[in-house]
């Protein structure tokens, strides 16, 4: 199983991003896929997750402005962010859980100006 995060980039406060998560060698919605991110210097942070069954679940610090979502013909789980701020800057990371296994892509930048 392979996870291929995209869709990263510079935005400005205020902003939207779209970003996407593809995972090869297996059918996205069989499995739950959730969000993460990292800030430099910080730990890890669950930003939201959505489940097999398409129920959607968010951190207080992004409800409202998160969207998870998943589109089965192209198999990829999406997040979309609206109204980012500069707290929101971090690697965002997707990760899907097969079994007992993780799977984890290597990220992708989110930066978000001032």
């Known amino acids: 199983v392979q996870v291929v995060e995209s869709g990263g980039g510079l935005v400005q406060r205020g902003g939207s991003l779209r970003l996407s998560c593809a995972a090869s060698?297996?059918?996205?919605?069989?499995?739950?896929t959730a969000w993460y991110r990292q800030a430099p210097d910080q730990s890890r942070e669950w930003v939201g997750n959505?489940?097999?069954?398409?129920?959607?679940n968010y951190a207080s610090p992004v409800k409202g402005r998160f969207t998870i979502s998943r589109d089965d013909a192209e198999n990829k789980v999406y997040l979309q962010m609206n109204d980012l701020q500069p707290e929101d800057t971090a690697v965002y990371h997707c990760?899907?859980?097969?079994?007992?296994?993780?799977?984890w892509g290597q990220g992708t930048q989110v930066t978000v100006s001032s």
């Open positions: 959505i489940e097999q069954s398409g129920i959607t």
């Open positions: 990760q899907t859980r097969v079994g007992y296994s993780d799977y």
């Open positions: 060698g297996i059918i996205m919605r069989a499995y739950g």
